[in-house]
Nanobody, 126 residues
Framework: QVQLVESGGGSVQAGGSLGLSCAAS????????MGWFRQAPGKEREFVAS????????AYADSVKGRFAISRDNIKKTMYLLMNMLKPEDTAVYYC???????????????????WGQGTRVTVTS
């Protein structure tokens, strides 16, 4: 079992930056691809970014490409999401997720992930 805890959410003005962290504990972290999803008020949860087990391959939703950067530190068992040039439409609860042990490739849908954090809220004001 993998336990995930997000941190770093908060409130920021449009155009600003914010960094999120996702600390993993439990079973091995380094063999799992990881991802970030978000859920805005009144909307379904959506894919934001994914990173493979090695950190060498990443993928982003079109809405955040060029503004967000996903990374991971397998020694610290932590994944990160650096969010730049934030927009009010980025306001959401952000969730980190991990794929099943041994599934190291990036993935884009919720069904591909077996472990989820509790979420951290990000609010972008105009």
């Amino acid at each position: 079992q993998v336990q995930l805890v997000e941190s770093g959410g908060g409130s920021v003005q449009a155009g600003g930056s914010l960094g999120l962290s996702c600390a993993a504990s439990g079973r091995t972290f380094i063999n799992n691809a990881m991802g970030w999803f978000r859920q805005a008020p009144g909307k379904e949860r959506e894919f934001v970014a994914s990173i493979d087990w090695s950190g060498r391959s990443t993928a982003y939703a079109d809405s955040v490409k060029g503004r967000f950067a996903i990374s991971r530190d397998n020694i610290k068992k932590t994944m990160y999401l650096l969010m730049n040039m934030l927009k009010p439409e980025d306001t959401a609860v952000y969730y980190c997720a991990a794929r099943r042990l041994g599934y190291g490739a990036i993935a884009y849908t919720e069904a591909d992930y077996d472990h989820w954090g509790q979420g951290t809220r990000v609010t972008v004001t105009s």
